[in-house]
Every structure is written in structure tokens, then in C-alpha cells.
């Protein structure tokens, strides 16, 4: 039977995150021919709803107020508890980003809704969707049914492949006004790391150092490799501990998960809490001096050597092509 189901796109530094349409190619597959609708919450976001529409969505509802400017659990969940409320919708997806991981289970909670979360895969469709994620630190999967009534869905970033943008694709978009009230927290500014460069959880490339790099400065090359690629640099616990990097780099248990097309992982021994953050990965190329490392286990390439000597070879290789 066909669904309603509503999408959150997610916006940052004034564009959609990608999630936006991966999700929006979840939601139709949910709903095996219904509607999708997709909704958009922000201060000055409107013109990016038709980049919704021509991702998928059927058509969009804007709901834009200065206190929406940036992410805070209370005024998000007002925003979303009133399209619920107005549009009744029997799915609603959102990315397993920092912000869908916080706001699905306060919702679905306050709604005893369902909630499947961090979605990699979506078999069959509708009511015989089935969702597959992964447990145990990405060491098995589950395939899991919804059985009926409202369900929240969060999908993880990278994995579901979005729709092709078709531009020339029509829909309303409409603004609906909600009233933001007893927010228990605002934020006034966010203010970024400059180092950050790529989004991580985003990135088609990762570049990942360990404590093997031994020093910020052994970073540079990983970098340049990264840039080479239109990647972005991680790096493992061991490295963020050492002091060598940002920990909003950290991929791993208690650091970002990620799902790369291609992970490059240099001077990583690959312990398991590293290998629950990004054995996923499409194509996994690890670079170790030790024929013994664990990260050679999940590697689809490995390289023994140095990687003082291995990344500044595979720099010049990539600048020779
Ligand atoms: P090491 O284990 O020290 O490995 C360094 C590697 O570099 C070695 O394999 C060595 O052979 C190689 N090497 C050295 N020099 C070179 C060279 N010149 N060229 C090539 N290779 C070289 N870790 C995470 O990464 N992410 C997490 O989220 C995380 N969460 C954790 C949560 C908990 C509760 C706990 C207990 C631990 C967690 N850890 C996490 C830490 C984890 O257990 C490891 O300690 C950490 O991943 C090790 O980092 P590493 O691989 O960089 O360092």
C-alpha cells in the first residue's frame, strides 16, 4: 500500500547536505508511489526547497524563523510536531547526522512512534520494506520490519543512493508558519574549526592518519593526498589522543561513523573501536609498517611500508595522471 512520508532536508553553511537527497530516495521507496513531502526548517531557506523537489520530493513546506537558524532539539521538534500534526504522515525519514540522531528518538518518543535507525540499505518497498543496519559496531546487520502506525526512519549518509536531479521537476512549495515558543536553549553563533575543510561523515575520499603519522606535522602529507582526491582527512583515537589532530576528526566507536567510497588509512593498527567507525568503507587501502596489523584484515589493499614513503609516492603518481 502506498505512503505518506515526510523528509527532513538538513541544511548547513547555507546548502543541503547530501543526506538531504539520499533520504528523499529512501522516502519514495517507502512509499511505493505515494507522496513524498519534503520539509525544510531555517531562517532565509526557501530557495533551497526546490533543490528538494528536483531530488524527488513531491513537493516541499518551509517553516523558517530566526530561532531555527541553527539546530536545538526544542525548537526543531516544535517545527516537525506541527507538520506531523498538519500533514499525518505514516513515515518520516531523516539523516543519521548529529542532528537526525537527536531529534528522531525525542519525536518519535513524544509520538510512541516507531524508530528504525542508521539505515544503510532499503529492500522491497512499502509495507514490505525491509531496513537493514548494522549492530555490534558494524560486525552484523539486521534486517528490521515496521509493523504498522507512524515509523522514523534516520539513514545513514552515504549509503542510499540519491535520485537523479532532474531541475526541470515541479512541485509546491509552501511556507508554513509555526510558532517557536519556551525554547530552553538558542544558539547565538556557531563558530567552526577552520581545519575541518571537507565534511567528514560527506566525504566520497578519507584520508585517515593513526598514531604511525607521530606528529601534527606528519598530517601535511595526508592532507595533500586528501586534496589530490577532493577528500577529507580523519584520523584514529590514538592520533587525537597523541595531540597530532583535531578530535572532530576522530572516526571510530566514540568518533564519526563513516561510509566512504574510499578510505586510506595510514599508520592505523586498526583496533576495533577504529574499524566500528569505518569498516564499511567501499574500498578500504591500509598502509602499515606492520605485516601483522589488524587493519590488513578489513583492507581490500594493503601496503607494507612506511607511509612517510608509500603517501609521498602515491601524491606523486596521483599528480602525474
Ligand atoms: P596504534 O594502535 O598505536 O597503531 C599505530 C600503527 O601505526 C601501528 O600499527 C604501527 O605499525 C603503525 N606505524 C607506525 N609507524 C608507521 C610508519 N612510519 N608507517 C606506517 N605505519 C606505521 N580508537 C579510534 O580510532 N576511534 C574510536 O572511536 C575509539 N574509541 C574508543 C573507545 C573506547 C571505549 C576505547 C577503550 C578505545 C577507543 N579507541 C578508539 C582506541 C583504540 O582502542 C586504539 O587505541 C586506537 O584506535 C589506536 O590508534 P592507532 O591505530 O592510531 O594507534
Given at each position: 500500500m502506498s505512503k505518506k512520508v515526510l523528509v527532513l532536508g538538513e541544511v548547513r553553511d547555507g546548502a543541503l547536505r547530501n543526506v538531504s537527497f539520499e533520504a528523499i530516495a529512501a522516502a519514495k521507496?517507502?512509499?511505493?508511489?505515494?507522496?513524498?513531502?519534503?520539509?525544510?526548517?531555517?531562517?532565509?531557506?526557501?530557495?533551497?526547497?526546490?533543490?528538494?523537489?528536483?531530488?524527488?520530493?513531491?513537493?516541499?513546506?518551509?517553516?523558517?524563523?530566526?530561532?531555527?537558524?541553527?539546530?536545538?532539539?526544542?525548537?526543531?521538534?516544535?517545527?516537525?510536531?506541527?507538520?506531523?500534526?498538519?500533514?499525518?504522515?505514516?513515515?518520516?525519514?531523516?539523516?543519521h547526522t548529529a542532528l537526525g540522531?537527536?531529534?528522531?528518538?525525542?519525536?518519535?518518543?513524544?509520538?510512541?512512534?516507531?524508530?528504525?535507525?542508521?539505515?544503510?540499505?532499503?529492500?522491497?518497498?512499502?509495507?514490505?520494506?525491509v531496513f537493514v543496519r548494522p549492530i555490534y559496531?558494524?560486525?552484523?546487520?539486521?534486517?528490521?520490519?515496521?509493523?504498522?502506525?507512524?515509523?522514523f526512519i534516520t539513514v545513514r549518509p552515504n549509503n542510499i543512493a540519491p535520485l537523479e536531479k532532474d531541475a526541470g521537476r515541479t512541485g509546491d512549495v509552501q511556507s508554513v508558519s509555526v510558532d517557536i515558543k519556551n525554547l530552553r536553549t538558542i544558539v547565538k553563533e556557531v563558530v567552526r574549526n577552520a581545519s575541518t575543510g571537507v565534511d567528514l561523515s560527506e566525504a566520497k575520499v578519507i584520508v585517515s592518519g593513526g598514531r604511525g603519522v607521530k606528529s601534527a606535522e606528519g598530517f601535511k602529507p595526508l592532507k595533500e593526498l586528501a586534496d589530490l582526491l577532493g577528500g577529507a582527512v580523519g584520523a584514529s583515537r590514538g592520533a587525537c589522543d597523541a595531540g597530532y589532530c583535531d578530535y572532530a576528526m576522530q572516526i571510530?566507536?566514540?568518533?564519526?561513523?563513516?561510509?566512504?567510497?574510499?578510505?586510506?588509512?595510514?599508520?592505523?593498527?586498526?583496533?576495533?573501536?577504529?574499524?566500528?567507525?569505518?569498516?564499511?568503507?567501499?574500498?578500504?587501502?591500509?598502509?602499515?609498517?606492520?605485516?601483522?596489523?589488524?587493519?590488513?584484515?578489513?583492507?581490500?589493499y594493503g601496503i607494507v611500508g612506511d607511509l612517510f614513503e608509500v603517501v609521498p609516492l602515491l601524491i606523486e603518481e596521483i599528480k602525474a595522471l
Open positions: 521507496q517507502i512509499s511505493d508511489g505515494g507522496e513524498v513531502v519534503a520539509a525544510l526548517f531555517g531562517d532565509q531557506v526557501a530557495d533551497l526547497a526546490k533543490e528538494l523537489i528536483a531530488y524527488g520530493a513531491d513537493r516541499a513546506l518551509v517553516v523558517e524563523h530566526p530561532h531555527l537558524k541553527f539546530y536545538t532539539s526544542d525548537g526543531y521538534s516544535q517545527a516537525l510536531l506541527a507538520l506531523i500534526e498538519q500533514e499525518k504522515p505514516e513515515g518520516i525519514v531523516i539523516g540522531k537527536d531529534l528522531s528518538p525525542k519525536v518519535a518518543s513524544r509520538l510512541q512512534a516507531a524508530l528504525i535507525s542508521d539505515v544503510t540499505e532499503i529492500e522491497g518497498s512499502g509495507d514490505d520494506a559496531s558494524g560486525k552484523a546487520f539486521e534486517k528490521v520490519k515496521f509493523k504498522e502506525g507512524l515509523v571510530g566507536q566514540t568518533g564519526k561513523v563513516v561510509t566512504p567510497d574510499l578510505y586510506i588509512a595510514c599508520g592505523i593498527s586498526g583496533a576495533i573501536q577504529h574499524l566500528a567507525g569505518m569498516s564499511n568503507s567501499k574500498v578500504i587501502v591500509a598502509i602499515n609498517k606492520d605485516p601483522e596489523a589488524n587493519i590488513f584484515k578489513v583492507a581490500d
